[in-house]
T-cell receptor, first 113, second 110 residues
Framework: KAGVTQTPRYLIKTRGQQVTLSCSPISGHRSVSWYQQTPGQGLQFLFEYFSETQRNKGNFPGRFSGRQFSNSRSEMNVSTLELGDSALYLC????????????FGPGTRLTVT | LAKTTQPISMDSYEGQEVNITCSHN???????ITWYQQFPSQGPRFIIQ???TKVTNEVASLFIPADRKSSTLSLPRVSLSDTAVYYCLVGEAAGNKLTFGGGTRVLVKP
């Protein structure tokens, strides 16, 4: 089976812009979750989608949003970008809930200038 | 919400056993503990998960004492390729909140 894929792998944006990141889960996986990884804050959970519905949410402002399509592919959007949003954004997929084994993609490296 | 703390780094030698302890004082009864391995420029990779006592798989063991205030990942006979950052994660069964530790950078020397 192909692994989790994320596009693009690298992205440079300017403060105030918005960005959309994409994640394709492993075939058959219905849960997709998103994470932010920074040197200062480490790994933080953003949200999880299951069957096109946001099921769980971390402690991030409303500028961070996401959605999931009927084929389980997911997108994450960040509006009004801030310098502090520079990070590696990871998505993971699993067959069930968050306590199932999560399979991570390679991440999208976002740089905000 | 459980706060998780783990050592920043540790060194070891090939063939030795490496034990990494994660402290999570405020863990609830049904919360689970997961460990991940991460190499540079890659996403984390699942190693092992458990709720209590001991769990073992083909690559690692996870020890969780009765009070569940800490957990220890044990990597037997490490090799150079085990050099990576290891993260513990406490997942709340109620509410599904996830709290990662800050990561432990393990360097395996020849």
């Amino acid at each position: 089976k192909a692994g989790v894929t994320q596009t693009p792998r690298y992205l440079i944006k300017t403060r105030g812009q918005q960005v959309t990141l994409s994640c394709s889960p492993i075939s058959g996986h219905r849960s997709v979750s998103w994470y932010q990884q920074t040197p200062g804050q480490g790994l933080q959970f953003l949200f999880e989608y299951f069957s096109e519905t946001q099921r769980n949410k971390g402690n991030f402002p409303g500028r961070f949003s996401g959605r999931q399509f009927s084929n389980s592919r997911s997108e994450m959007n960040v509006s009004t970008l801030e310098l502090g949003d520079s990070a590696l954004y990871l998505c993971a997929s699993s067959e069930g809930a968050l306590d199932y084994e999560q399979y991570f993609g390679p991440g999208t490296r976002l740089t905000v200038t | 919400l459980a706060k998780t703390t783990q050592p920043i780094s540790m060194d070891s030698y090939e063939g030795q056993e490496v034990n990494i302890t994660c402290s999570h004082n405020n863990i609830a009864t049904n919360d689970y503990i997961t460990w991940y391995q991460q190499f540079p420029s890659q996403g984390p990779r699942f190693i092992i998960q458990g709720y209590k006592t001991k769990v073992t798989n083909e690559v690692a063991s996870l020890f969780i004492p009765a009070d569940r205030k800490s957990s220890t990942l044990s990597l037997p006979r490490v090799s150079l390729s085990d050099t990576a950052v290891y993260y513990c994660l406490v997942g709340e069964a109620a509410g599904n909140k996830l709290t990662f530790g800050g990561g432990t950078r393990v360097l395996v020397k020849p």
